[in-house]
Each structure stands twice: as structure tokens, then as C-alpha cells.
């Protein structure tokens, strides 16, 4: 049977106590509602998403699926049934998921989809260690599901109840939206809930039945604690992936990693290293501590570090170094390129073998366009050196150290391009001593 998903992504996310819609927050690199949709795209047939008023940025990050406004937030069962009319050319079972309960699985979604054949509504429930504030699931003898109570409306016998709903329920389509069509808001918050499908399909005699799952997968995240217990879960994961794949971590805790991060066998990783979006690492690399890698990619056996930096852009070739406080933005070093000191080589393609000095700079920006500076094969440039963009050293050449290059070097060249050195016969320290005693003599007489 075809399916379709609506997801509640109009939250502004009050208690984050932030500009940004609360969906957009994001995990391991990615906004908690795009986390959701990669699952969602490989169930579901359509996806609508419900997003609140003035929320460019989130429709953008949901394209190309089909968003709805939920002008008053008027709770979720309102928002669920803003949807109605983007679906109702649809047939089949319909889901409602929340933006802010980014990890649930596509075996579990499958599984709630599943639960849904046997029975009229089937929902999502766990049982968290410390069940706080999520609504109750209270199940009948036969173990169906009964109603659903929310913590601020429940009885304390009903707070003691351990199984605890995630909010996620799928029905057929008809069903679903009739439902939606018929809750009120008679309750504490006086909002339209969603979990009130629950009693109305009771009282229809349709069997609610409930699929577990795993805290991890169902938590949400409405707050900045939340949210952090939700990244220490997901690094934890990656991090285990990563080491399962063949990565070494000197000490794990401290990597983080991005949704996206790929590492190759025999990756060896210092302590504090940090990956961006967009990384990728080849076999045998040695990325050494307080590294911060994003957009780039490691060739393999190249080492990186300790306290380099990879902006996007940037592609570091085999058996390359490139060594401490070396900051590299859309650069392209080829094989066996070395970079160890105290750099920066922005919009910049270096050739196989050439040596980088320390303090070397291209000066790749004048204030107004951005230009690149090409190294050949082979190439020497000295220590403190300043390659001012639009500039090309050639093929074997030798920059002389602390030159500033502002014309191309041609191949197998020298260039020295600094201020020649003036020594000053009784200008030292001496002299200076000699000096400051006459004129103290000058003034004591």
C-alpha cells in the first residue's frame, strides 16, 4: 500500500531560545529535519511538511518536498491537519513525525507501517530511563492501546506508567484526517493533540495497537541540553562505525565526527580532532590532535597536523604533510607536497614534491576579488615568504627566504625579492651605551 508522511516542523523552538527554527538546529553537522528526511525519502511515496510562519530558511532545507504553513500554533493535532489538503489526492497510510525526533530509523518507521496492517491506528512508544514529562500509554488487558495521556492532564497513578509515547502515529488516510477533523482542544493547554486520535478511534472500535522502540531513536530535542544529549548519542554511533571500519582513535571521546564523515582503513586520529561536513579520508592517513578538518579530502598516507586546519575546498595528495598552525582553503597539494610550519595557502594549487616554508603566505585576496597562486613540481619557497596572488612559481624554481613574490618565477629560477641588508659600523649595543653615558655626562656638566 502507497504512504505518505506529514512532518511537524513549525515549532519556533521557545525553550532553545533562538532565532533559528528549532528544526534547523543541527546534529552532527546536519539540521535535525533534514537527519529525518533521509529516512523518511526511503519509505515514503509523499512528504509534506508543516512549517510555521515565515520560515524561508526551513523550506528551503526540506526542497523539493511540498510545505504547508501552520499559521497559529494551535498544537499538533492542528498542525497534522494543515496537511490535509496537499494529500488528498492520496490513498493509503498516512504517518505524522516530529522535526525534533531526527533518529528514527527506516527499520523502525517500516516496522510502525508494519503494526499498522494489524490494526486500525499504530503509534511509536519506549520506555526512557527517566520517562519526565512525555505523555503515558495507557494499554488495555489485551495489551492494545488504550488512550494516551498527557503528563499535565494525567493522574499520578498514570505518571508511574513506563511506557511513554514518541508522538509518531500512522492510519489510513481517511482515517487519519476524519480523526483530525474531530478533536477539540478541551484539555490544560488548551491545544488540539494529536495523541487524541487515539481515543477517538476506540471509540470507533478500530484496534490502536503500539510498535517499541529504542529511546536512543525516539528522544527528541527541545532544548540546547537536549539537543547535546542527542549529539553525545549520535558522535557516540559514528564514532563506533568509524573504529568498526578500520579507524584507530587514540581517544574517542574527543573526536567528532559529521554525519557524512568518511574514513578509510588504517586512519590513525589524535586526541581533539574535529570533522566539519564534507571529509574524506583515504586509507592509512595520520590526522594528528587539534586538527579541524570540513569540505575536504585526504589522499592516502598523508599526515595532517598536530593543530593544522582543512577549510572546504582543500585536497591534501598522497604521502603530503602538512604540519602544525597550517591552514589550507581551497588548495590542491599534490603528492609528497610538504607544508609542516606555521602557514597559509589559500586558493592555491602546489605541485608534486615542492617544499612549503615556514610563514609562507599567498596573499590571495585584495580586498576585493579573490585570486590564485599556482606552485610548480618540484618547487622550493623559502621561509616567511609572501606569494601575492595572481603570481606563479614554475617548475623546480627556488624562492629565496623572507621574499616577497609579485611577479612569476619562471622554471628552474632563483628569485630574491627582498630589501638588501645595511650593517651599521657602532650602531649596536654597544655603541647605543656609549652614546646614552655622553649625553648623561652633557647633562650632569
Known amino acids: 500500500m502507497p504512504s505518505a508522511a506529514i512532518i511537524l516542523a513549525a515549532g519556533l523552538g521557545t525553550r532553545m531560545r533562538s532565532a533559528l527554527p528549532k528544526a534547523l538546529h543541527p546534529l552532527a553537522g546536519k539540521p535535525m529535519i533534514n537527519h529525518l528526511l533521509a529516512a523518511c525519502e526511503q519509505v515514503f511515496e509523499r512528504i509534506v511538511v508543516v512549517v510555521g510562519p515565515e520560515m524561508p530558511a526551513l523550506e528551503k532545507a526540506v526542497a523539493p518536498h511540498a510545505t504547508v504553513v501552520q499559521a497559529e500554533r494551535l498544537g499538533t ?11 488528498r489526492d492520496f490513498s493509503g497510510d498516512v504517518a505524522v513525525l516530529y522535526a525534533d525526533n ?8 517500516r516496522r510502525l507501517i508494519g503494526k499498522r496492517d494489524e490494526a486500525g491506528l499504530a503509534l511509536l512508544a519506549m520506555r526512557p530511563a527517566d520517562p519526565g514529562r512525555y505523555g503515558r500509554v495507557v494499554l488495555s488487558p489485551a495489551g492494545n492501546v488504550d488512550r494516551i495521556v498527557e503528563w499535565a492532564d494525567a493522574s499520578e ?8 509515547n514518541a508522538g509518531v502515529v500512522c492510519a489510513r488516510d481517511a482515517d487519519l484526517f476524519r480523526w483530525l477533523d474531530a478533536i477539540n482542544d478541551k484539555n490544560a493547554k488548551g491545544e488540539y493533540y494529536l495523541t487524541d486520535i487515539v481515543g477517538l478511534a476506540a471509540a470507533e472500535g478500530k484496534r490502536v495497537v503500539a510498535e517499541e522502540a529504542a529511546e536512543a531513536e525516539l528522544a527528541g530535542a527541545n532544548s540546547r541540553a537536549e539537543l547535546a ?5 549520535t558522535q557516540a554511533r559514528l564514532r563506533a562505525a568509524a573504529m568498526a571500519g578500520g579507524a584507530t582513535m587514540t581517544a574517542p571521546e574527543t573526536v567528532f565526527l559529521s554525519w557524512d564523515t568518511q574514513l578509510g582503513e588504517d586512519v590513525t586520529i589524535g586526541p581533539n580532532v574535529v570533522f566539519g561536513p564534507g571529509v574524506m579520508v583515504e586509507n592509512s592517513v595520520e590526522i594528528r590532535a587539534f586538527s579541524h578538518l570540513e569540505g575536504c579530502t585526504v589522499r592516502r598516507g598523508a599526515i595532517i597536523g598536530p593543530f593544522a586546519r582543512l577549510r572546504p575546498g582543500t585536497e591534501v595528495g598522497r604521502a603530503a604533510h602538512v604540519g602544525n598552525f597550517v591552514e589550507l582553503k ?61 603570481v606563479r612559481v614554475g617548475d623546480r624554481a627556488l624562492v629565496a627566504a623572507g621574499s616577497v613574490i609579485t611577479e612569476d618565477v ?36
Not at 531526527?102 to 518507521?109: C, F
Not at 585584495?366 to 609572501?386: L, M, P, Q
Not at 625579492?417 to 649625553?439: M, S
Open 77 to 87: 493535532g492542528h498542525a497534522a491537519r494543515q496537511a490535509a489538503p496537499l494529500l
Open 102 to 109: 531526527p533518529l528514527i530509523s527506516v527499520p523502525t518507521i
Open 157 to 164: 497513578v498514570e505518571r508511574a506508567i513506563g511506557l511513554c
Open 229 to 233: 544529549l542527542l549529539e553525545a548519542g
Open 330 to 390: 581551497a588548495a590542491m597539494l599534490g603528492e609528497g607536497v610538504k607544508a609542516n610550519h606555521l602557514s597559509y595557502l589559500g586558493d592555491v594549487k602546489v605541485g608534486a614534491g615542492a617544499n612549503i616554508g615556514a610563514g609562507t603566505i599567498t596573499c590571495n585576496y585584495d580586498g576585493v576579488s579573490k585570486h590564485r597562486t599556482e606552485i610548480g613540481t618540484g618547487a622550493f619557497v623559502g621561509s616567511n615568504t609572501a606569494l601575492v596572488a595572481p
Open 410 to 445: 619562471p622554471e628552474d629560477a632563483l628569485a630574491i625579492a627582498r630589501g638588501r641588508q645595511a650593517n651599521k659600523p657602532d650602531r649596536g649595543f654597544k655603541g647605543k651605551q656609549a652614546a646614552d653615558k655622553a649625553i648623561a655626562m652633557k647633562e650632569m656638566s
